[in-house]
């Protein structure tokens, strides 16, 4: 019996975590890299943290013809390779307990009994009650059939939950068509669909840094930021993915997501609760809000051969199965606005890219200078405007920069960050955001999962910047690996005379 | 002769000189008292403590026996960031108390609290009731944190604590403890609702705080069967047993640790305080 039952005196005050009801997750695409990288070595730390349902249960399911120790086997290694945990073999084998694999084309019907066998072992041995959590971890081409299978096959025992991964469609009109053939079968309220960066801790301590201190609300609009800087910068390339990576690009890779997630986060208005639906109502007023930008207010540009941290690395049109005349882009810049009375005329400018000189997503909240600095003789050498930066990652937290006064004779003002670490106040290492999502979704939270108008009005945008890119024809590549992108880029932000924080 | 306070100023801000690069940071102050029984004890759980929680550590280590001073030592206590070549460092302060300054330690400790910040008072042993050294840092302080599994008297002394419960929140480990085996309890409700007598092999403040909570939450008389052991080993029902929580035990740190991150007064904890009498 569940112990959160009403009228149950004994669960008042006691500070236990939620557990999740016991189930069995299905993963599509059980040996695929995503599965090996995040979604094992996060179910192990959840099993470690005794997280997971006391009943539970793993279903693997791929093509790769082997047996189930030999997936287990698989997963073991991945765990030990990528876990951010030490390694506890008791733990593990807990887990593997619980772990079958089904080798299958996802398209046999056959097969698809097999993975119904499988469950239906896993309720008789491990009691999980019916409950699935199926995770397509699968290519965008495999993920009809086997969504068709799964709402043809459902079952009335027990609840039901998808998690799917991105990329989400590769524009508006696909994904309207993948939410058709989800909703065939499944209510909005069993979809999940990931976006890890959701996930992340410091992400969801941009809404506790807004919404939990009474001094950032009233300085967050127009009136008092002069612009906001978003940045997801990675340093390495495309990692051998350049088929998805060639039709994708880094505005289907990250800004039509991660990115678009980012502003969102950075420009809503307050929730009423952090109910899903709440919270996710007021991201898609904003995702609505933003301004379609102009052909000069996106810049688009492509890596050459550089230097990362001394070495040399290739070009984009030199990576392996990267077309040589390749017009992917590997970066993109833009100045967005959010048509709303908070956020009128305030620009948002945004940048992602790879090969840059390094790993870094922050969000830089400028605002705007001291009105009258009676230091006039200092004013604009060292002196900048205040700013808050909140550091997605690495070195997770918030500083503000500010001005003070150096030590010793005369009136001389130096920049000085006020840094909050993460590691440094709650000396605890950072989840894994797979693990809070796959937690969430067992709990059926969707309040970190983003939802089918969210997720259009991010391809609307996506849209119509790429029909504008279909006009010319770019002349890539355009900046060397380990710069911050191409000049067009500093030209965009340069024009508004501002300029991009510097690294 | 500088004040033991400005002592510990001075100590700290050259400390802070030869730590430029590492971090300050502090989630709160945490005062300890630890009585020369408990001086060792208190050592081995703050070496496993704070890293867990950045603050800056009062340890007073009273001695009415020892000459009427008060000896100081100092320390920054610099830990690696989890994935950063950061430090961050946390303030040690070591005061021995000796003679009639066990009697003041109000005075010494409330200008070395951090501005702010929550102040967190563990007590060592079963605390003077009355006494002023008791009497001061309920005053300083926003919450003390006992183990009344320290404890002789029982369950008399739980009638000294509960005349606390008004003036300052007040955790107890032995309590924090028995959570897994209270969520364990719950988890069998409605069956559990008449239940008449509840067993418990463990430490005899765990197993009177068990049996106060049914007692309170249930509103009704249940009666405890307890067979002494150092860890809570055993709980059942009406003779029936109830299945052991998951996971190995926390340990002295990290049951501290949990405590730590505990605000405000616990209307359960009293009652089942109140009940275990």
């Known amino acids: ?503 | 002769m500088a004040s033991v306070v400005a002592q510990v100023e001075r100590r700290l801000a050259e400390l802070r000189v030869h730590h430029a690069e590492g971090t300050r940071t502090s989630v709160m102050t945490h005062v300890a008292w630890a009585p020369p029984q408990w001086a060792a004890a208190a050592r081995r759980t703050l070496a496993g403590l704070d890293e867990l929680h950045p603050s800056r550590t009062i340890l007073l280590f009273p001695d009415a026996r020892k000459a009427d001073r008060i000896g100081v030592d100092v320390e920054l206590r610099c830990f690696t960031i989890p994935g950063s070549s950061r430090e961050v460092c946390s303030e040690v302060i070591e005061l021995r108390l000796g003679g009639d300054r066990t009697r003041v330690p109000g005075s010494i400790v409330e200008p070395l609290l951090i501005t702010d910040l929550p102040t967190f008072c563990r007590w060592r042993g079963l605390p003077p009731w009355g006494k002023p050294e008791l009497e001061q840092l309920v005053d300083v302080c926003d919450r003390l944190v006992v183990d009344s599994s320290e404890w002789r008297g029982l369950p008399g002394a739980y009638t000294q604590l509960a005349a606390l419960f008004d003036r300052i929140a007040v955790s107890d480990i032995a309590w924090g403890r028995s959570l897994g085996w209270r969520g364990r309890l719950a988890s069998l409700w409605p069956d559990v609702k008449s239940v008449k007598t509840l067993s418990v092999t463990g430490p005899r403040a765990d197993a009177l705080l068990l049996a106060g909570w049914l007692r309170s939450r249930l509103t009704r008389p249940v009666k405890l069967s307890h067979r002494s052991a150092p860890e809570l080993e055993r709980v059942a029902v009406d003779g029936e047993p109830v299945p052991a929580p998951r996971g190995p035990a926390l340990d002295a740190s990290d049951l501290l640790s949990a405590e730590l991150d505990v605000f405000g007064r616990d209307p359960i904890y009293e009652a089942a305080v109140s009940a275990a009498r």
């Open chain 1, 1 to 503: 019996m569940s112990s959160r039952e009403d009228g149950n005196p004994l669960v008042e005050g006691l500070r236990l975590r939620r557990s999740p009801d016991s189930c069995a997750l299905v993963v599509f695409g059980a040996t695929g890299d995503l599965t090996r990288r995040k979604i094992f070595p996060a179910l192990y730390a959840l099993a470690l943290r005794r997280l997971l349902p006391e009943r539970f249960g793993v279903v693997g399911v791929a093509r790769t013809e082997q047996t189930t120790k030999q997936w287990i086997a698989d997963m073991k290694k991945a765990v030990r390779e990528y876990a951010r945990d030490d390694f506890d073999a008791q733990v593990w084998n807990e887990l593997a307990e619980g772990m079958r694999y089904v080798a299958t084309d996802f398209a046999e019907d056959e097969g698809q009994d097999r993975v119904v066998d499988a469950l239906r072992d896993l309720d008789e041995q491990r009691g999980c009650s019916g409950n699935r959590l199926y995770y397509l971890a699968v290519p965008p081409n495999a993920f009809e059939t086997i969504v068709n299978e799964l709402g043809e096959r459902r079952s009335t025992d027990g609840w039901i939950r998808l998690i799917v991964e991105k990329p989400f469609g590769h524009d508006r009109d696909s994904a309207h068509r993948l939410n058709e053939i989800l909703q065939q079968h499944f209510t909005e309220q069993e979809i999940f669909r990931i976006d890890h960066y959701l996930g992340k801790e410091t992400v969801q301590n941009m809404l506790a840094l807004r919404f939990a201190n009474g001094i950032f609300e009233p300085i967050w609009n127009r009136q008092f930021i002069d612009h906001i800087q978003i940045t997801v910068g990675e340093s390495i390339g495309i990692e051998g993915r350049a088929a998805f990576y060639e039709e994708a690009g880094v505005i289907r890779d990250v800004f039509q997501n991660h990115l678009l997630q980012l502003v969102a986060l950075t420009a809503m208005e307050p929730p009423i609760d952090f109910t899903a639906d709440s919270v996710r109502n007021e991201k898609v007023k904003v995702l609505r809000s933003l301004h379609t930008p102009g052909p000069k207010s996106v810049v688009r540009g492509q890596y050459g051969l550089g230097f990362i941290e001394g070495e040399e690395v290739p070009g984009y049109r030199e990576e392996p199965g990267v077309a040589s005349d390749s017009t992917t882009e590997t970066y993109i810049a833009a100045k967005l606005y959010v048509d709303n009375w908070r956020w009128a005329d305030t620009p948002f400018y945004v940048r992602a890219g790879k090969r840059l000189p390094r790993r870094e997503t922050t969000i830089a909240i400028q605002f705007q200078r001291a009105p009258h600095p009676p230091f006039a003789e200092i004013a604009g050498e060292g002196l900048r405007p205040n700013v808050l930066l909140i550091h997605v990652q690495p070195d997770e937290g918030v500083s503000l920069a500010i001005g003070a006064k150096v030590p010793g004779a005369g009136m001389n003002i130096r920049t000085v960050h006020m840094d909050f670490l993460y590691g440094g106040a709650f000396r605890t290492s950072l989840p894994e955001a797979y693990e809070r999502l796959i937690l969430d979704a067992m709990l059926g939270d969707a309040t970190l999962f983003t939802r089918s108008d969210e997720v259009d009005e991010q391809w609307g945008l996506v849209d119509a910047i790429v029909a504008a890119w279909k006009r010319d024809r770019p002349n890539f590549p355009n900046y060397p690996a380990g710069s911050w992108g191409p000049a067009g880029a500093d030209e965009l932000i340069r024009r508004d005379g501002r300029s991009w924080r510097r690294h």
